[in-house]
């Protein structure tokens, strides 16, 4: 049987979103801290434009599952089990080296956490691609206007009504508990599996409709659309809103997965990806292959950076850093996932037909 062919516009869409995601960490507080410490300088402002183009990175990973998994009703328990095992594995040998390098206290107990998957995304990963099945049976048994509404219907009971509630309760300055549609807590920020199946729906039925309900190619240099005007200005308009917001009222709400405006952006920008014809690019396909490395180990590197250093210097220089590291993390974690690969080949073998099953 002839190996069906990947779609190199939607590898080189992960290799970006992976990039996003890194990026996404260099600003984080608690890993890179960039924001922190280019407060105040016109370094910051770069670097929330940058964020503000990457934000929907998470969302985006979700929604190409959704497009690729809708093919398939196939689904094997011991390929969750797989992620969860090398999620562990990584984290371990992480932990281990930092401690044997004395960046952390020696400590049993900090091993024992390590080795236990506490990772939200790979958890909340793992349950949404064993149910996944579940959900294509019942997008295949819509039309695709009964599906269209049910999408729209899923993101308003669950992107703009908790955003809603959210920005009430941040308003009113009370956290109006019992009032979100995703439970007592409010929206948690997107943080949940009602996120994850909302934009896997979104993925899934991209490739549910048919040609006449998709966006016409348009005109095209070389292999690149343009005169997309429709989509470029929503993502340019989606990308300056999310800037005000979070720049100047301080609506931490806005950079939430779940927010309607980061939904629509990941959409976006994955239909802008769709139009674009890679054909079957091997390097590119090849590269996109270490995208859950690049996510398992990029924290436990971003830390050894200087990016406090580099966020202090000129905008150049700091955007040559940024860009370095990134590759870097990318090349390291490429390299690591073909060792990971060598020396457990035998157990990902055998991960791919232990508990499979079709719905």
Same mark, same amino acid.
Request: net charge positive.
């Given at each position: 049987?002839?190996? #069906?062919?990947?779609?190199?516009?939607?590898?080189?869409?992960?290799?970006?979103?992976?990039?996003?995601?890194?990026?996404?960490?260099?600003?984080? +507080?608690?890993?890179?801290?960039?924001?922190?410490?280019?407060?105040?300088?016109?370094?910051?402002?770069?670097?929330?434009?940058?964020?503000?183009?990457?934000? /929907?990175?998470?969302?985006?990973?979700?929604?190409?599952?959704?497009?690729?998994?809708?093919?398939?009703?196939?689904?094997?328990?011991?390929?969750?089990?797989?992620?969860?095992?090398?999620? !562990?594995?990584?984290?371990? +040998?992480?932990?281990?080296? #930092? *401690? /044997?390098?004395?960046?952390?206290?020696?400590?049993?107990?900090?091993?024992?956490?390590?080795?236990? &998957?506490?990772?939200?995304?790979?958890?909340?990963?793992? /349950?949404?691609?064993?149910?996944?099945?579940?959900?294509?049976?019942?997008?295949?048994?819509?039309?695709?206007?009964?599906? #269209?509404?049910?999408?729209?219907?899923?993101?308003?009971?669950?992107?703009?009504?908790?955003?809603?509630?959210?920005?009430?309760?941040?308003?009113?300055?009370?956290? *109006?508990?019992?009032?979100?549609?995703?439970?007592? @807590?409010?929206?948690?920020?997107? @943080?949940?599996?009602?996120?994850?199946?909302?934009?896997?729906?979104?993925?899934?039925?991209?490739?549910?409709?048919?040609?006449?309900?998709?966006?016409?190619?348009?005109?095209?240099?070389?292999?690149?659309? +343009?005169?997309?005007?429709?989509?470029?200005?929503?993502?340019? /308009?989606?990308?300056? %809103?999310?800037?005000?917001?979070?720049?100047?009222?301080?609506?931490?709400?806005?950079?939430?997965? !779940?927010? &309607?405006? %980061? +939904?629509?952006?990941?959409?976006?920008?994955?239909?802008?990806?769709?139009?674009?014809?890679?054909?079957?690019?091997?390097?590119?396909?090849?590269?996109?292959?270490?995208a859950f490395s690049v996510y398992l180990l990029h924290p436990a590197l971003l830390q050894y950076l200087r990016i406090?250093?580099?966020?202090?210097?000129?905008? &150049?220089?700091?955007?040559?850093?940024?860009?370095?590291?990134?590759?870097?993390?990318?090349? %390291?974690?490429?390299?690591?996932?073909? %060792?990971?690969?060598?020396?457990?080949?035998?157990?990902?073998?055998?991960?791919?037909?232990?508990?499979?099953?079709?719905?």
């Amino acid at each position: 049987m002839e190996k #069906k062919k990947r779609q190199s516009n939607i590898e080189l869409l992960r290799i970006l979103a992976m990039g996003g995601v890194i990026l996404l960490h260099y600003n984080n +507080v608690n890993m890179g801290g960039a924001l922190n410490s280019s407060a105040g300088r016109m370094n910051y402002t770069i670097l929330v434009g940058l964020e503000s183009l990457f934000i /929907a990175a998470v969302n985006l990973f979700v929604m190409i599952t959704g497009y690729f998994l809708f093919r398939t009703n196939k689904r094997s328990i011991g390929r969750a089990i797989a992620l969860i095992f090398q999620t !562990c594995l990584f984290s371990f +040998v992480c932990t281990a080296l #930092k *401690m /044997a390098h004395g960046d952390i206290p020696k400590s049993s107990n900090t091993l024992l956490c390590a080795s236990l &998957p506490l990772n939200w995304f790979v958890i909340l990963y793992a /349950a949404l691609y064993l149910v996944s099945p579940l959900l294509n049976r019942a997008i295949r048994g819509m039309d695709n206007k009964t599906l #269209k509404q049910v999408i729209l219907l899923l993101v308003i009971l669950f992107s703009v009504w908790p955003s809603a509630v959210d920005l009430l309760s941040l308003l009113i300055d009370n956290p *109006m508990r019992g009032l979100s549609t995703i439970g007592l @807590y409010g929206s948690q920020r997107g @943080y949940t599996i009602v996120q994850f199946v909302l934009c896997y729906m979104i993925g899934a039925s991209l490739n549910q409709l048919t040609p006449t309900d998709m966006p016409k190619n348009g005109l095209r240099i070389g292999r690149f659309p +343009v005169g997309k005007a429709a989509l470029t200005l929503c993502l340019l /308009a989606l990308l300056v %809103i999310i800037f005000v917001i979070a720049r100047y009222y301080d609506l931490d709400i806005a950079w939430a997965y !779940c927010s &309607p405006l %980061i +939904v629509l952006e990941a959409l976006t920008i994955l239909l802008l990806f769709l139009q674009i014809d890679l054909g079957e690019n091997r390097v590119i396909n090849e590269i996109s292959t270490a995208a859950f490395s690049v996510y398992l180990l990029h924290p436990a590197l971003l830390q050894y950076l200087r990016i406090a250093e580099y966020t202090q210097k000129t905008i &150049p220089v700091m955007l040559l850093h940024l860009a370095v590291i990134t590759t870097g993390i990318i090349t %390291i974690s490429y390299i690591v996932d073909k %060792i990971y690969r060598i020396l457990f080949s035998p157990l990902l073998r055998a991960s791919k037909n232990w508990g499979r099953y079709e719905w």
